[in-house]
């Protein structure tokens, strides 16, 4: 069955960097784009950055953009999320998530990022 | 890309009918059929009820549907159940690969 399961998370200091890891199963991989969405404690989801399938596009929400970066390898399966000169706003969950047309039909568990001194 | 715009709560009793609206702009909602809607249980990840406006995915009830006028979406949820209890977040695609949540809408069983 289809499977995202997200790591990487943990607590760093403003200023610092984080990358996050989605590894992918149960699908072709490299023929769906991919998301990363985020859910600060106790609030609402937030878009955050689209891969297409081959790599060649990325795409940001305002708020993130020049500060992280979306990649992937097909190789390995494998989504990531760059996240450089982070904020104590961009504390949140953060969910991988399998792009199907213009919606997000499957749903990693989250990993929790904390930005804090 | 500010956020689409939800009633932070709906209410019924087990049976009933409600509806969730979801408004935006003509540069989100009006502009595209693409309205997608998720659940999402304390705790869990969300998962997709809804897409391209008002398509109900295999697995999802048939009490749950979609539906667009305008700026605004809706979803109705209908023979109201317990297990129905959950945030709901609409979600649009804003054009050139980027999209739009919700602020989100807690539903409560009475």
């Known amino acids: 069955q289809v499977q995202v399961r997200e790591s990487g998370g943990g607590v760093v200091q403003p200023g610092g960097s984080l990358r996050l890891s989605c590894a992918a199963s149960?699908?072709?991989?490299?023929?769906?784009?991919m998301h990363w969405v985020r859910q600060p404690p106790g609030k609402g989801l937030e878009w955050v950055a689209f891969i297409r399938y081959d790599g060649t596009e990325e795409y940001y929400v305002d708020s993130v953009r020049g500060r992280f970066t979306i990649s992937r390898d097909n190789s390995k399966n494998t989504l990531y999320l760059q996240m450089n000169s982070l904020r104590t706003e961009d504390t949140a969950v953060y969910y991988c998530?399998?792009?199907?047309?213009?919606?997000?039909?499957?749903w990693g568990q989250g990993t929790l990022v904390t930005v804090s001194s | 890309q500010s956020a689409l715009t939800q009633p932070a709560s709906v209410s019924g009793s087990p049976g009933q009918s409600i509806t969730i609206s979801c408004t935006g702009t003509?540069?989100?909602?009006?502009?595209?059929?693409?309205v997608s809607w998720y659940q999402q249980h304390p705790g869990k990840a969300p998962k997709y009820m809804i897409y391209e406006g008002s398509k109900r995915p295999s697995g999802v009830s048939n009490r749950f549907s979609g539906s667009k006028s305008g700026n605004t979406a809706s979803l109705t949820i209908s023979g109201l159940q317990a297990e129905d209890e959950a945030d709901y977040y609409c979600?649009?695609?804003?054009?050139?690969?980027?999209?739009?949540f919700g602020t989100g809408t807690k539903v409560s069983v009475l």
């Open positions: 998530a399998k792009g199907k047309d213009y919606h997000f039909d499957y």
């Open positions: 003509s540069s989100d909602v009006g502009g595209y059929n693409l």
């Open positions: 979600c649009s695609y804003a054009g050139s690969s980027t999209y739009v």
């Open positions: 149960g699908f072709t991989f490299r023929d769906y784009g």
